[in-house]
Nanobody, 123 residues
Framework: VQLQASGGGLVQAGGSLRLSCAASGLSFMSYPAGWFRQDPGKEREFVAGITWSGGQTYYADSVKGRFTISKDNAENTVYLQMNSLKVEDTAVYYC?????????????????WGQGTQVTVSS
């Protein structure tokens, strides 16, 4: 199983980015997925999650109303649309897939991880 995250970059505060996570060896149509982020020296932090059906999404309070997680089953890709970005959103963003259907915000409940993509928001 491989998850390939992409779409990170440098953006000014208030701007937008869309992250993508393409899977091979696993179908996002069958499993929940999530996005996490991590700053150096800090623990990995939950950002957003989506159920296997795509029917439910859930978010960290810090990004609610600004970020949207979605998926395209035909492309086997999960997206994170990030709007109204803030300097504090700067981090490496990771996508993850979960085999246990817990729909959890806990990093330990996810089984496969992408390599991370850097998002830097400047003031």
């Amino acid at each position: 199983v491989q998850l390939q995250a992409s779409g990170g970059g440098l953006v000014q505060a208030g701007g937008s980015l869309r992250l993508s996570c393409a899977a091979s060896g696993l179908s996002f149509m069958s499993y929940p997925a999530g996005w996490f982020r991590q700053d150096p020296g800090k623990e990995r932090e939950f950002v957003a999650g989506i159920t296997w059906s795509g029917g439910q999404t859930y978010y960290a309070d810090s990004v609610k109303g600004r970020f949207t997680i979605s998926k395209d089953n035909a492309e086997n890709t999960v997206y994170l649309q990030m709007n109204s970005l803030k300097v504090e959103d700067t981090a490496v963003y990771y996508c993850a897939a979960q085999l246990s259907y817990k729909n959890s915000d806990q990093a330990g409940s996810y089984d496969y991880w992408g390599q991370g993509t850097q998002v830097t928001v400047s003031s």
